[in-house]
């Protein structure tokens, strides 16, 4: 499907390499997905998935580090970065992001391939590989654990204040201007909403996270993501997915990220029992030095893991379909 990829070339840099990234645009029933694409044509197809309020910048720094046999898609999530926001009146969920994943992947022709997640976007890649196991080889997540738990008696109340607070986000906007920063107060505002982020990392991630509007910048995120997700999974839920991954899996914690935040005895319980049955199935599961963000802000801490495990799990297998088929884009 070559009229629903445009490519722009660009150059990113980084302190060991220079590479030319092409920007993705796969349109969509509401506008477009965006993205950007690295690496050769006939490279293995590898999709990353950025975290929650970030875009697909946030792999800027880890991707060049990588196996350069690789072809890696880094996405815009729907109302992130560059690519469209939901129409008005749609909620954002995991299924929901599921389903781009797999236009994203339809528009790509590719039938087999691995995933990189971060956060939010690893618990996108665990649904997903749970839901088209045949597609997935294999799959990386960063501080992530794959699925998001909620206590099955929380899941009404945790649903109805998603549904109110739409509601009422709804009843605002017409009132609400968006408002509109220099540069530098954009960048402190992102600072201040997440202390992970390095300064240097809060100005690649803002290269896609900005629009220039008269007087200035303004977000371009929709703010309906900040919003509660009324879509929730139970544990028991959660681990009936994991177990239908057929992919093998790479867990990479940082010791001052998700760990720390879910460390509360209920929370824990629940990442305990999934980090567990990961293992169980002879998965790979790491920690490293840093914060939620350290494969954004220290690459380098990160990229070995991900490097050997892509080359053992990864190139190990013969070729497939899919890297004849990514030669189409």
């Known amino acids: 499907m070559m009229q629903t990829l445009k490519g722009v070339r660009q150059l990113v840099t980084s302190s060991t390499i220079k590479q030319a990234v092409s920007e993705l645009i796969v349109p969509v029933p509401w506008g477009e997905m965006r993205g950007q694409i690295w690496g050769p044509d006939l490279g293995r197809p590898v999709l990353c998935l950025h975290g929650w309020a970030d875009n697909c910048g946030t792999f800027n720094t880890l991707i060049p580090l990588l196996p350069r046999e690789c072809r890696y898609v880094a996405v815009d999530l729907a109302g992130h970065g560059l690519s469209s926001h939901r129409p008005p009146g749609v909620f954002y969920s995991f299924p929901a992001y599921v389903a781009d994943v797999r236009r994203v992947i339809d528009a790509l022709q590719w039938t087999k391939f691995s995933i990189i ?102 977000f371009s995120r929709d703010f309906r993501i900040n919003l509660k997700n009324i879509v929730r999974i139970s544990m028991e839920q959660s681990m009936e997915f994991q177990s239908r991954i057929q992919a093998c899996m790479l867990v990479v914690l940082a010791e001052e990220g998700f760990e720390k935040i879910f460390a509360k005895h209920e929370q824990k319980k629940f990442t305990s029992a999934l980090l567990q049955a990961y293992r169980d199935r002879n998965h790979t599961v790491v920690r490293v030095p840093g914060d939620h963000h350290v494969h954004l802000n220290s690459p380098e801490v990160v990229a070995p893991f991900v490097s050997d495990f892509l080359q053992t799990e990864v190139f190990s297998q013969s070729p497939g379909p899919a890297d004849t088929q990514t030669a189409k884009l």
């Open 117 to 218: 997640g971060h956060s939010m976007g690893g618990n996108i890649a665990g649904m997903f590989s749970a839901l088209y196991p045949e597609m997935v080889d294999a799959v990386v997540l960063l501080d992530s654990y794959g699925f998001l738990p909620t206590d099955a008696k929380e899941i009404p109340k945790v649903m109805r204040q998603g549904m109110e607070e739409l509601l009422q986000f709804e009843k605002k906007t017409e009132e609400k201007k968006e408002r509109v920063y220099s540069y530098e107060k954009a960048v402190e505002r992102l600072l201040a909403a997440n202390p992970t982020l390095s300064e240097q990392s809060a100005h690649i991630l803002l290269e896609r996270g900005l629009t220039p509007v008269e007087g200035g910048v303004v």
